[in-house]
């Protein structure tokens, strides 16, 4: 399958992505030990690093305003079903959770308790820091990015043997160029 000059650059693209990705996914398995209870500041941390994990993993695959995704079949990368769910599993949570706010999935406590012998009302907030993902989760995705990255060093190996000329490139935004 030929692929276009615009699923060349996204894909380009995503390997940096998944290395992000990947990067994250790595930085909170090292971090955290899941049979531990933690503080809030390191909850935070953690929840830090698997929420780049999840943008950073899902953004290939999201549409662009120019109407391009990864387009893994014209790379000849197919995905298992268990790889599949893996996707849409990150894929809802960036979109319902992570990079916005659907009411339906915030979790939140919310008080006032009165202080000043009952003078003033003190509003109290109590947010759920745990992560999203179960630790056997994260190890399936970290597999799993490992062996996506490696299909598509796979692919652009032979992209540079037969049509070196297409990966002889410098993309920059629009703004710097625009600066210049």
Request: hydrophobic letters at 40%; glycine letters at 4%; charged letters at 30%.
């Amino acid at each position: 399958m030929k692929i276009t000059e615009q699923q060349l650059i996204r894909a380009i693209y995503s390997t940096w992505d998944f290395q992000q990705a990947l990067s994250a996914l790595t930085f909170l398995l090292e971090d955290c030990d899941f049979t531990r209870n933690y503080d809030v500041v390191s909850l935070r941390r953690f929840r830090c690093y698997e929420s780049t994990l999840i943008v950073s993993m899902a953004r290939p695959f999201e549409t662009t305003r120019s109407g391009t995704t990864i387009g893994l079949r014209a790379l000849g990368i197919t995905l298992s079903e268990d790889e599949k769910g893996l996707v849409a599993k990150i894929l809802d949570l960036r979109r319902k959770i992570v990079a916005h706010s659907a009411e339906e999935e915030m979790h939140f406590r919310s008080t006032s308790f009165p202080v000043m012998d009952g003078e003033f009302n003190f509003p109290h907030f109590q947010f759920n820091e745990g992560l999203h993902l179960e630790e056997r989760e994260l190890q399936e995705l970290e597999i799993f990015l490992r062996s996506l990255k490696g299909k598509l060093a796979e692919y652009f190996f032979r992209v540079a043997q037969k049509q070196p000329e297409l990966l002889e490139k410098y993309t920059e935004p629009e703004s710097i160029s625009k600066s210049k």
